[in-house]
């Protein structure tokens, strides 16, 4: 199994800045993809940014030039630097992890965070 813990999210003025963390633990073999998805009120969840184990990276059109993804892998944590936050920004933030586990079901598949809320105001 693996766990995912989220921290850092929070409510913060348009043009602020908010760092959000994510920790994987667990009986973890290979992460593959670490990434951050977010849901807004009535909306459905999207990518927000992603990062391959090689580094590769993919954002969102919104949150190209804003938003920096990286990551740690030996820590197996992975971050989002979030600036000039706009209120359409407003969302929960959720961290999705594609990793592989020593024990069943050692398959790669998705795992994902509870979510940590990002509130932008005006």
């Known amino acids: 199994q693996v766990h995912l813990v989220e921290s850092g999210g929070g409510l913060v003025q348009a043009g602020g800045s908010l760092t959000l963390s994510c920790a994987a633990s667990?009986?973890?073999?290979?992460?593959?993809?670490m990434g951050w998805y977010r849901q807004a009120p009535g909306k459905q969840r999207e990518l927000v940014a992603a990062?391959?184990?090689?580094?590769?990276?993919d954002y969102s059109d919104s949150a190209k030039g804003r938003f920096t993804i990286s990551r740690d892998n030996a820590k197996k944590t992975v971050a989002l630097q979030m600036n000039s936050l706009r209120p359409e920004d407003t969302a929960v933030y959720y961290c999705?992890?594609?990793?592989?586990?020593?024990?069943?079901?050692?398959?790669?598949?998705?795992?994902w965070g509870q979510g940590t809320q990002v509130t932008v105001s005006s």
């Open positions: 999705n992890v594609r990793a592989s586990t020593t024990t069943p079901p050692r398959s790669p598949r998705e795992y």
């Open positions: 667990g009986n973890i073999f290979i992460v593959n993809t």
């Open positions: 990062t391959a184990f090689d580094g590769n990276v």
